[in-house]
T-cell receptor, first 114, second 115 residues
Framework: DAGVTQSPTHLIKTRGQQVTLRCSPK?????VSWYQQALGQGPQFIFQ???????QRGNFPDRFSGHQFPNYSSELNVNALLLGDSALYLC?????????????FGSGTRLTVV | GENVEQHPSTLSVQEGDSAVIKCTYS??????FPWYKQELGKGPQLIID?????GEKKDQRIAVTLNKTAKHFSLHITETQPEDSAVYFC??????????????FGPGTSLSVIP
């Protein structure tokens, strides 16, 4: 049973560019949450998608947007990249119904903005 | 806003000794408290969780305690082994009230178990 799959694993972008990160949730999961993890820090909540809609959002600017597809996979888009956007981006999937079963995380996408 | 604090930021113990990590949370509506272990190059992995209607939970060498009045919760690892070396994150959520929620993480504790 495949867990959470994220692509690409590493990415280098130039300041001002746009980037799209992808996530396939664990089989049977229908909710996807995205987190940003700066080096040496805890994951920071970006947003959560359920039933193809953004249900919760953290303290991130509108440059961060997302999408969830009918097969529950998800994309994270970041526009006008800043140097400070360099981080590990984690996707976590879960089963709807609140935190009854916990998150399953992917290994993340390491984004470097130069 | 919601906030989770975690101490210590680094912890070094001898193999076989116990390790304790403590967290506090600010949102009194929080009712679910998971703990995650993150190894180098990997995403966080859920190791144990506790809900607000329970004061303590144990799974082999790992135990968690919760004091809702004080908004404190702790992770206890006994008989530590070198493979316990990793970064540990506490987290809090008010999940369960709707079909979706957000989980707020602490800043992490880097645990080193010295053989």
């Amino acid at each position: 049973d495949a867990g959470v799959t994220q692509s690409p694993t590493h990415l280098i972008k130039t300041r001002g560019q746009q980037v799209t990160l992808r996530c396939s949730p664990k089989s049977g999961h229908d909710t996807v949450s995205w987190y940003q993890q700066a080096l040496g820090q805890g994951p920071q909540f970006i947003f959560q998608y359920y039933e193809e809609e953004e249900r919760q959002r953290g303290n991130f600017p509108d440059r961060f947007s997302g999408h969830q597809f009918p097969n529950y996979s998800s994309e994270l888009n970041v526009n006008a990249l800043l140097l400070g956007d360099s981080a590990l981006y984690l996707c976590a999937s879960s089963l709807s119904g609140g935190q009854r079963y916990g998150y399953t995380f992917g290994s993340g996408t390491r984004l470097t903005v130069v | 806003g919601e906030n989770v604090e975690q101490h210590p930021s680094t912890l070094s113990v001898q193999e076989g000794d116990s390790a304790v990590i403590k967290c506090t949370y600010s949102d009194s509506a929080s009712n679910y408290f998971p703990w995650y272990k993150q190894e180098l190059g990997k995403g966080p992995q859920l190791i144990i969780d506790i809900r607000s209607n329970v004061g303590e939970k144990k799974d082999q060498r790992i135990a968690v305690t919760l004091n809702k009045t004080a908004k404190h919760f702790s992770l206890h690892i006994t008989e530590t082994q070198p493979e316990d070396s990793a970064v540990y994150f506490c987290a809090a959520s008010n999940g369960g009230k709707t079909s979706y929620d957000k989980v707020i993480f602490g800043p992490g504790t880097s645990l080193s178990v010295i053989p």
